[in-house]
């Protein structure tokens, strides 16, 4: 073996150790230079199969391969990947073809949920609650009604510089009659939103949009002591939704609205009904935008939710406020007890209040249109409720709705 630099030649020995020596005696110290550099690098690793020799690479040049470019790459791809299948979507449903979803495998939602979207919810929280300093107040909630297409003439107060922080205008009135509310009708919207399901209750499987289910006894829990049931079930049956039904004939309903972030974020009593029984569910604090509704199945008994549970004159009635991200603040105003996003409850669990006391036989009585809670930005309610079988939705899936309007009569 030779090597050359110019018109001279350097001889090498067999031995590596003969070779460094002579390397050093060499008269030539661009090319000593060269080889000593070459020495210094680890040798590719070889091993032969059948068909050839294959080559890898050494162990020390694989640490090269930075952690987080690389996420950011994949995390970058796979984003990529789900924007332009959104997309083929919507231009497939233009063309009024109707679209299978696609569900979000286990692992998936395992590496969502991995996601400390409760701890990033709690500091979200603090930020909305920081100062704002006068000047600054009206560029960022311009840029966040220019984003979120907010009407602010409908806010009680439409100067920007009242709000002195984030949460004071995301939780925001609104004027006395900017939402009349419908007298008609026996269920009104509690909120503003999109309409994402509605329609009876089947097989104990509640639709959270079109094709895509989740458990009822999941979401809502056990069935509370009997104690703090207004009356008992119609029947006792292994079906946890004739559990539910309390009369005969009557049938059991649902309607889910989400609730955009540049929504009113207040919600109210849909009837007049009685509240007896708060359930918190403890959970993840997932997106819950309509996209995210079509790809994880049993989204919404993944999150953090609160459920309030009673009776109205057709029988029973329930409202629940599903938790998402950056909205684990949920409020109820008679329920001074409840703290959601709290580290001291876990995942997987849930906690029970009863308003049904020694002192009130009934509990917490609801006017139709009165107000009952808010979320910190956008959310979902959905209701779930008893009624005869002759009741009407007076909707359209993926309609827009303001709080007051018309759900469904008899």
């Known amino acids: 073996m030779a090597a050359s630099v110019g018109h001279r030649y350097l001889r090498l020995p067999c031995g590596v150790t003969a070779w460094r020596s002579s390397l050093h005696h060499s008269e030539n110290p661009a090319l000593r230079h060269f080889l000593l550099q070459f020495l210094r690098k680890p040798p590719l690793r070889a091993f032969s199969t059948n068909a050839r020799k294959v080559h890898t690479a050494p162990a020390r ?84 009604i220019w984003t979120f297409g907010v009407n602010m003439k ?103 609205i989400y609730l955009a972030p540049g929504d009113y974020h207040c919600f109210h009593s849909p009837t007049d009904w009685t509240v007896s029984h708060r359930r918190h569910f403890p959970g993840s604090l997932m997106s819950v935008n309509p996209g995210m509704a079509r790809w994880i199945k049993e989204l919404f008994c993944h999150n953090e939710r609160v459920v309030l549970t009673g009776d109205w004159k057709h029988g029973f009635f329930s409202l629940t406020a599903v938790g998402a991200t950056n909205v684990g603040s949920i409020r109820i105003y008679f329920d001074r007890d409840l703290h959601t996003n709290s580290p001291r409850y876990s995942k997987g669990s849930y906690n029970d209040f009863s308003f049904v006391t020694h002192a009130n036989k009934e509990g917490i009585p609801m006017r139709k249109g009165e107000h009952l809670g808010e979320f910190n930005l956008g959310s979902t309610i959905v209701l779930i409720f008893e009624a005869p079988k002759d009741f009407n939705f007076k909707l359209k899936a993926g309609q827009k709705i303001r709080f007051g309007e018309a759900l469904g009569s008899l």
């Open 61 to 144: 040049t694989l640490f090269l391969l930075r952690p987080l470019p690389f996420l950011f790459v994949t995390g970058g791809g796979y984003a990529g990947y789900r924007q332009y299948e959104k997309y083929r979507e919507r231009e497939l449903e233009k063309l009024g073809l109707e679209i299978p979803p696609k569900l979000a495998g286990h692992w998936e939602v395992a590496l969502y949920k991995s996601v400390p979207t409760r701890l990033l919810s709690r500091a979200w929280g603090r930020l909305n609650q920081v100062e704002l300093p006068h000047w600054l107040r009206r560029p960022v909630y311009s840029l966040y």
């Open 154 to 256: 409908e806010a009680a107060v439409e100067d920007l510089h009242h709000y002195r922080n984030l949460s004071e205008f995301f939780r925001r009135k609104l004027k006395p009659q900017a939402r009349p509310v419908c007298g008609l009708h026996s269920v009104i919207s509690p909120s503003d939103g999109k309409i994402l399901s509605f329609g009876q209750v089947k097989n104990s499987e509640v639709e959270q949009v079109k094709g895509v289910t989740y458990s009822l006894e999941s979401f809502l829990g056990p069935r509370a002591s009997p104690e703090d049931l207004p009356f008992p079930p119609a029947a006792s049956c292994s079906s946890f939704r004739n559990q539910l039904v309390t009369r005969e004939g009557n049938e059991l309903y649902h309607c889910v």
